[in-house]
């Protein structure tokens, strides 16, 4: 099997300090977390910023400030947020890509989330695909329920996005797929041979969808963005703990982890 790419989400846009106080929040506090993750044994982090309110922002100023301050510190690959509802617009939602970091997330339909709706209309889709075409930035596919598999493909069918293609299953958001074994099974199932994917699990699914993903050849992503709990009730004191917990559990089920550059070959980034 490959080695085994540990993505880190150590902020987001919906954990709070009142979940938990170890959240980072600052461009200086996201990029000392990464830090410590990617000693860890992190290869990707995944970035949100957040404003003087701590409030979920799409302020470029803040990407750029983050991504140079982890860029000061350690070759991890950057994967920025394109995500939003409500009041952030399309064309927030599109900055991040600017920036030409090696991924960037592409949520791959719309649903229910949570409370809210989150609205990826085909016609963003394929805005959002083009610009990361022209900025040549990989999309990382988020998949959150099984038509998603399908919109990317015809995507890529069409030329609008190149394969390989990387798919980011996540799963136990409330609105769309929970966070079972079947569920991710039949999304394993449902993409290209020479895909690569990687799982999300939300909240305490993390863990054990992580150990199947591990298991069955995929790679995981945790942190603070999916999960604030390393065991149950016990509070993650930095997203390095999680990095620490699946090298741990990696290493034990025989698989090795990736570096940043073998993570680069393994996802086919240029
Ligand atoms: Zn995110």
Redesign the pocket.
């Known amino acids: 099997m490959e080695k085994l790419i540990i993505s880190v ?1 150590t902020t ?2 919906v954990t709070t300090r009142q979940d938990t106080p170890y959240l980072p929040i600052t461009p200086r506090e996201i990029a000392d977390e990464v830090y410590r993750c990617w000693q860890a044994g992190a290869s990707i982090a ?1 970035i ?1 910023v957040r404003d003087s309110n701590r409030e979920r922002s799409m302020d470029i100023e803040l990407f750029k400030e983050t991504v140079s301050l982890i860029r000061q510190k350690c070759d991890i690959i950057l994967n920025l ?1 394109t ?1 939003g509802s409500g009041e952030i617009t399309e064309e927030q939602r599109l900055g991040p890509v600017e920036l030409r970091t090696e991924l960037a ?1 592409f949520d791959a339909g719309s649903m229910n989330f949570g409370p809210r709706v989150f609205i990826n209309s085909p016609d963003f889709l394929e805005k959002l695909a083009a610009k990361m075409k022209q900025y040549n930035v990989k999309p990382e596919i988020e998949v959150f329920d099984g038509g998603m598999v399908y919109n990317a493909l015809r995507l890529a069918e069409r030329g609008l996005i190149d394969t390989p293609l990387h798919f980011q299953f996540v799963l136990g958001v409330r609105g769309g797929l929970t966070a079972t074994p079947r569920n991710l099974i039949f999304l394993k199932d449902s993409i290209p041979p020479d895909a690569t994917w990687s799982v999300i699990g939300i909240g305490k699914g993390q863990l054990p969808l992580a150990l199947i993903s591990m298991t069955m050849g995929g790679h995981v992503r945790v942190g603070m ?1 999916d999960n604030i709990y390393l065991t149950k009730g016990v509070l993650a004191k930095s997203n390095a703990e999680f990095v620490e917990q699946m090298v741990r559990l990696s290493r034990e089920v025989g698989r090795e982890i990736a570096t940043p550059d073998e993570a680069r070959k393994i996802l086919s980034l240029t």
Do not use: K, Q, Y
């Open positions: 989400a987001g846009s995944h949100h947020t995500s997330s963005e």
